[in-house]
């Protein structure tokens, strides 16, 4: 009886998990029938019904999905998911105030439940409740504070509240967790990537006035200038390409030259150039690769993973890639020798330490000890 009950436990768990990942194939009627199968043998029915739940409503069978969700608050120990769940349901359905109440029995049940107070934000800032949204904002990034949808929101929120400061800093930050977000953070935050860029090639082309832009792996350089001002559009490809190449823009390897006239809409020249066109492949540097595997094996092992790239890195193109992987190989040559330098110097401080503590301690005349009598007159 005790290995039938066993058996059909497993069964139970294995119908779950076949249900989960029908479910995360859109395949939702099928994942509920697993899940029903389920339901009569898991030990934790709470997480079958919040399970099934979530595949009810993604057929938008609302009410069975709140029913699944009520069940898991019946049946659960610590129904934090299901109380966070139903309050989904309740706010797709525009029940605000069921839903805030559900997610805020969640976090009663799970004060960590970032998901709970993120959506809670979301909700206090439509009823205008902004320094509650903010608070929640605030713990949602304790919790988790790689979140950048959560930055991206209190952004948002700051600049409602005229912090303009903190706004700009949220947005950055969330930029720089996903930079997929860039489209949805007004353009004043968005700093300029490539000003540097733009600046060396305006000192370096003046009079004319440049502006640069990334497209893909593609840097469009746009030269403005004025009547009567003379270019060399034939040779200025080089000049541009001597002074992008020392940067090392790992995500560029083509720029498009435009050039304009005055105030003219169209351009007098577009053309498209290989910014790496003619460059040699970096060194490998074996033989330096070899040596730190002999003076320190373990940074030696990975100079030669890098080394053996150089070469592959050149021939598909990827010309950064090569002229990074062959510096690589020096620096952990030269971290190789230190260490092993390192390693080699503790035996012959540890014995010429030993050597000090050995040697004897000359007498010392103590206080006591002086004849005071020989200084007396």
């Known amino acids: 009886m005790h290995k039938q009950s066993w058996y059909a436990r497993q069964k139970a768990r294995l119908l779950h998990r076949r249900g989960c ?24 029915v709470a997480d079958v019904y919040v399970t099934r739940g979530l595949s009810y409503r993604a057929l938008g069978q609302l009410d069975d999905a709140r029913q699944d969700f009520m069940a898991a608050i019946d049946h659960g120990e610590s129904p934090a998911a299901a109380y966070f769940q139903r309050g989904q349901l309740a706010a797709e ?40 949204a903010l608070a929640s904002l605030n713990r949602v990034l304790e919790i988790n504070p790689n979140w950048a949808t959560a930055y991206l929101e209190r952004g948002h929120l700051r600049r409602h509240l005229d912090d303009w400061e903190g706004a ?83 995500e560029i390897t083509t720029f498009t030259l435009v050039g304009y006239v005055s105030n003219v809409r169209g351009p007098e020249w577009k053309k498209n150039y290989d910014l790496y066109k003619d460059q040699p492949c970096p060194p490998c540097h074996w033989p330096t690769a070899l040596a730190a595997l002999v003076t320190f094996p373990p940074m030696g092992v990975t100079a030669l993973v890098y080394a053996s790239q150089v070469k592959r890195f050149y021939q ?37 330490v030993t050597s000090i503590q050995n040697e004897p301690t000359p007498p010392v005349k103590t206080a006591r000890a002086i004849d005071y009598k020989l200084y007396s007159n």
């Open 21 to 44: 990942t029908l479910a995360r194939q859109g395949n939702h009627k099928s994942a509920i029938a697993a899940f029903s199968n389920a339901l009569i043998h898991h030990p934790n």
């Open 93 to 132: 359905q525009g029940h605000f105030e069921e839903a805030i109440n559900d997610w805020q029995q969640a976090i009663t049940l799970n004060p960590n439940y970032a998901k709970a107070h993120y959506q809670l934000a979301l909700a206090y800032r439509k009823a205008a409740s902004f320094p509650a």
């Open 168 to 250: 700009m800093a949220d947005w950055q930050l969330a930029m720089l967790n996903d930079p997929s977000l860039a489209s949805r953070v007004p353009a004043a935050a968005q700093t300029d990537a490539f000003a540097s860029v733009k600046k060396l090639l305006q000192e370096a082309l003046h009079p004319f006035g440049v502006t640069v832009k990334k497209h893909d792996t593609t840097l469009e350089i746009s030269l403005r200038r004025q009547v009567g001002e003379g270019v060399n559009y034939f040779r200025l490809p080089d000049q541009i390409r001597t002074l992008l190449l020392p940067l090392e823009l790992s």
């Open 316 to 352: 598909r193109g990827q010309y950064p890639d090569a002229l990074r992987a062959s510096k690589a190989v020096r620096r952990l040559s030269l971290v190789g020798t230190g260490a092993m330098c390192l390693l080699a110097s503790l035996p012959l401080g540890y014995t010429a």
